[in-house]
Nanobody, 127 residues
């Protein structure tokens, strides 16, 4: 069984940066595709960024493109979401998700692709 634990959330100001971490246990990240989703109050959970198990060019939502970057460190078995130039509209609970499958690039943004989810970490951006 794979367990994902997010960390790194917090309260920041507009323009600040944060790096979220997703520590995996039970399976190595080299065998998992990884994604980040977020859910703001009263809204659906939405895709932020994802990367295939084989690596390659990550897929990023238009709303965060150029500001957020997804990556992973196989040695540490940890995934990351680097968030720069944060805006108040980025305020949400951020979730790490993973799958042992091999989704095509267009499926990275689909919540149903992932069978493993973390508990979420709150990110609040003040104006």
């Amino acid at each position: 069984q794979v367990q994902l634990v997010e960390s790194g959330g917090g309260l920041v100001q507009t323009g600040d940066s944060l790096r979220l971490s997703c520590a995996a246990s039970g399976r190595t990240f080299s065998t998992l595709a990884l994604a980040w989703f977020r859910q703001a109050p009263g809204k659906d959970r939405e895709f932020v960024a994802g990367i295939k198990k084989s690596g390659g060019i990550p897929r990023t939502a238009d709303s965060v493109k150029g500001r957020f970057t997804v990556s992973r460190d196989r040695d540490k078995n940890t995934g990351y979401l680097q968030m720069n130039s944060l805006k108040p509209e980025d305020t949400a609970v951020y979730y790490c998700a993973a799958t042992a499958g091999s989704p095509i690039t267009s499926s990275l943004s689909n919540r149903a692709t992932y069978e493993y989810w973390g508990q979420g970490t709150q990110v609040t951006v003040s104006s």
